[in-house]
């Protein structure tokens, strides 16, 4: 049973920065994505990073947030930069370790979820 824990949430002013840490128990995954979900609103695609290092963002946040990966750790970060108040809510990390025809930028693509972390971007 593959485990995904995150790590690195908080709270911080808008206009600052935080990095969450992924860590998962199973390493190779074909694509690990962070996914964010406000209260009282549907869970939406953050970023997304293939096996191949090819990676997706969702439009609010690119240009801001950086989706990485270690290897050699079984580790996806996400570097937010420039952070705003509607960047507020629980983040969830998400893995999947076979192929799928599925876009990788939707829920459905992926197997495994994390407890989630919370980011409060206070304004």
């Known amino acids: 049973q593959v485990q995904l824990v995150e790590s690195g949430g908080g709270w911080v002013q808008a206009g600052g920065s935080l990095k969450l840490s992924c860590a998962a128990s199973v390493r190779a995954a074909y694509a690990m994505a962070w996914f964010r979900q406000a209260p009282g609103k549907e869970r939406e695609f953050v970023a997304t990073?293939?096996?191949?290092?090819?990676?997706y963002y969702g439009d609010s946040v690119k240009g801001r947030f950086t989706i990485s990966k270690d290897a050699t750790k079984s580790t996806v970060y996400l570097q937010m930069n420039n952070l705003r108040s509607e960047d507020t809510g629980v983040y969830y990390c998400a893995g999947r370790w076979l192929g799928t025809g599925i876009p990788p930028t939707s829920k459905s693509a992926y197997d495994y979820w994390g407890q989630g972390t919370q980011v409060t971007v206070s304004s």
């Open positions: 990073i293939l096996n191949g290092g090819i990676t």
